[in-house]
Every structure is written in C-alpha cells, then in structure tokens.
C-alpha cells in the first residue's frame, strides 16, 4: 500500500481538528476522559483500543453528535463545540453505511449539495466527479439494494466526498466486509485519502488495519489517550504494558540490571535462563540491581540449538510445542525459571527441520529487540 510515512507539520500549518482535554460521562461512567489530538492537513490518524475503551463517543462528539461535558472541539481554527452536527464540515462515513435505501445512487450522493440547494449542473458535477473518484461511473440509477457491499460502501464514500467536507470520520468503516474485500477497500480508501489530501480519523478496534492505514495511532484505554505515535513506534515503543499486549505478541521477562564495565553495556540477568543485553538503558537513572520488566516481540527473536551450560548472551529454554503456519512457524519456548516464551521462526525453502519439540534451545534478541517497560 502506497504510504506518506511520517506526517511532519509545517511550521506554517495549523491542525486541522484541535481535541482540548474533552471529557464525556454517561450516568456514574466516565466514558471519555480527558482526551486531547491536533489532527495535521491530510493526516490520516486513527482511535485504537478495546472494545468500550471511549473511541466511538470520541469520534461522535468530533461529528457533533454528542456534546462533550467538557474541553472544545476546534475545525479549522473555530470552536465549533456548541454547532449542531449539520452545520459542521465533517463527513461521516459509518459501519452500516447508512444510505438512503429508496433513492438512486445519483441521489444518494448528491444528497449533501441538494440539501444546500446548489444549482442542478453544480450538483450534477459533484456526482459525476465522487462516482470516478470510486470507480462507479454507470451505477448512477441503481438502488442501495442493487449493489454490493464494496458498491454500497464506495457510494457512501462518494456521498461524503460529494459533500465537501474539509475532514472524514470512517466509523468502524470496513469491518462488515469480509477479509478479502476489507483490505481492497482499505487501500482503495487510504489512496483516495492521500490524493485529496483530506484530514481524517478512522475508529477501529483492529490493530492491523490501524498498522497499515495510518500516518499516526492514537491507543484508548478506559477513556484515556495511553499513546498517540506512528505506527512504528507504538509497535515498537510502547509507552506501557497495555499498549505493548494490545498491539501485537508480546513476550515479557523480568530481572535484574547489571552493567558490565568492560563491555561498557547493561544487561538484564534474568535468573536461571540467563542474561540479555539491553540497547536502551529503562530510564536515565538506572542503577545496577534494579528490578526491570522488558518486552520483546516473537519476530524480533532468533532461536540456535543450545548446549545446556550456555555462558553467552540470551535465554536458556525447552521447545514446548512447535506451530507450522505455512510462512512461518512458532516456537512455544519455556525458558528455564518457568517463563514461557514464544519466538517466530521464518520458513525459507530448502531448510530441513531445524528444531524439534523438548530441544533444549537459547532465546537470543535480534539487534534493537528487547525493550524495557515503564514500571
Ligand atoms: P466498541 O469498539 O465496542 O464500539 P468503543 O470504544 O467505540 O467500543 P464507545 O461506543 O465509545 O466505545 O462506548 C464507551 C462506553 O460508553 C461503553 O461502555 C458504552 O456502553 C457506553 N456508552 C456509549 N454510548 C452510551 C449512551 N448513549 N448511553 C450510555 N452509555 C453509553
């Protein structure tokens, strides 16, 4: 998929949408709490968490669908906090949908510049201009029902862009499509997204479409932001456990720090298994004998067939159970001291059965693959 990396802002650029600590609570619940985003030109950012985490009533309190308790909503440089959600220039695209089932495809999409009672050759070239934009030239006379459901969700994409909304809203958008086509639509949606240029924000609970989507993640949990950064850097630094075990497989080990003078390094001793090193030192302040908690990822860990006194770096272990899946398999590891470990192994062509289930084995860290966890 086509990407614009990293989003920088210009020093001359302003957000486009400004979140300022808003808060929202339904009864005795605090379901958003004090949440606050800038959303750069043409950024594409998306709300991540669990299910209940606060995302959705964030998203509809951008749309202006409910009114936060507290903090303001800025589009474009103006507090819109108290405008109605007609009047606000965001378009919303949601899971269902939501077309109009008796009107045309021409209809539905013109809807917007109709309700503003644009001239009829004005409205006529907004439609014909979102139809190519989704590839649906021809459809303009079926009905919501005559279409599938890539079509359906191609015409509500055209229907908000007809619109001319300056941002785009995607509700949980591709999570009624079956796998195949969700990715289709994904890529379709992310390059239309970067050809406009248009600001938008995505609620999702899938960390893979959040991955490959956006230019910036923002991780919910309980109502609160827990991280906001680029892909990149939420997978691989994540500010806290939550986000560590939500955004993929996460292996954890404790132990104790220790710095080797002469190797001018740290390492974490992790009691019988052995030692790792560790190319980020946990904090500035770090201090030999300090208990530490690290994570690394299955993918970022190499396995090699051990003697049983291994002196060198990495972690001593038994193979408990081996999963072949076609690409790659996984090694369900149980590290001496009864941690269980899981190591991704690649499958390349040619290469015979390396290891085998009860083989005594080292867990070694690729380069840069171990990362301490804020305590
Ligand atoms: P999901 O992925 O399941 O949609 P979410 O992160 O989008 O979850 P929200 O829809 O924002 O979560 O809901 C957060 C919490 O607020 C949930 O516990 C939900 O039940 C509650 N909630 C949402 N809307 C209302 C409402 N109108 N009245 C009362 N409670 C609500």
């Known amino acids: 998929m086509k990407k614009s990396g990293q989003k920088i802002a210009r020093v001359d650029e302003k957000p486009v949408l400004e979140l300022r600590g808003i808060s929202k609570s339904f009864g005795q619940m605090n379901v958003v709490d004090d949440v606050s985003l800038d959303v750069w030109p043409g950024e594409f950012v998306s709300l991540l968490g669990p299910s209940g985490c606060g995302k959705t009533t964030t998203l509809r309190m951008i749309a202006g669908f409910i009114a936060p308790d507290e903090g303001r909503v800025i589009l474009g440089g103006k507090d819109i906090t108290e405008v109605p959600s007609y009047r606000r220039d965001v378009g919303m695209l949601f899971q269902s949908y939501a077309l109009f089932p008796h009107m045309t495809v021409r209809g539905n999409v013109g809807f917007g510049p109709r309700m503003r009672r644009e001239t ?9 201009w979102a139809l ?16 599938s459901g890539g079509q359906q969700q191609r015409v509500a994409i055209a229907r908000v862009l007809a619109g001319g909304a300056s941002m785009l809203l995607l509700d949980e958008a591709f999570s009624n499509l079956d796998a195949k086509l969700r990715g289709r639509m994904q890529e379709e949606v992310r390059e239309l997204q970067l050809r406009l240029g248009i600001a938008t924000v995505l609620v999702t609970h899938d960390q893979e479409e959040a991955l490959a989507m956006s230019d910036r993640i923002v991780i919910m949990n309980g109502g609160k932001v827990e991280q906001i950064g680029t892909p990149k850097r939420v997978y691989s630094s994540p500010s806290s456990l939550f986000v560590a075990d939500f955004m993929g497989r996460c292996n954890r080990i404790e132990g104790t720090l220790h710095h080797d003078d002469r190797a001018k390094a740290w390492y974490l001793d992790c009691g019988p298994s052995g030692k790792i090193k560790l190319e980020t030192i946990p904090h500035p ?18 396995l090699t067939q051990s003697a049983k006194d291994h002196e060198g770096d990495g972690l001593r272990g038994r193979i408990e159970r081996l999963v072949y899946l076609g690409s790659r398999s996984v090694a369900y590891v149980t590290l001496e001291g009864d941690v269980p470990f899981q190591v991704q192994l690649p499958n390349k062509p040619g290469l015979s059965d390396e290891f085998s289930v009860d083989g005594p084995v080292v867990v070694v860290p690729l380069p840069g693959a171990v990362t301490p966890l804020p305590k």
């Open 132 to 147: 190519s934009l989704v590839k649906l030239e021809g459809y303009e006379d079926r009905r919501p029902n005559e279409l």
């Open 285 to 302: 302040a770090a201090r030999e004998g300090e208990q530490c908690q690290v994570f690394a990822r299955p993918e970022h860990l190499s």
């Open 120 to 128: 009829s050759s004005v409205i006529a070239d907004k439609v014909r």
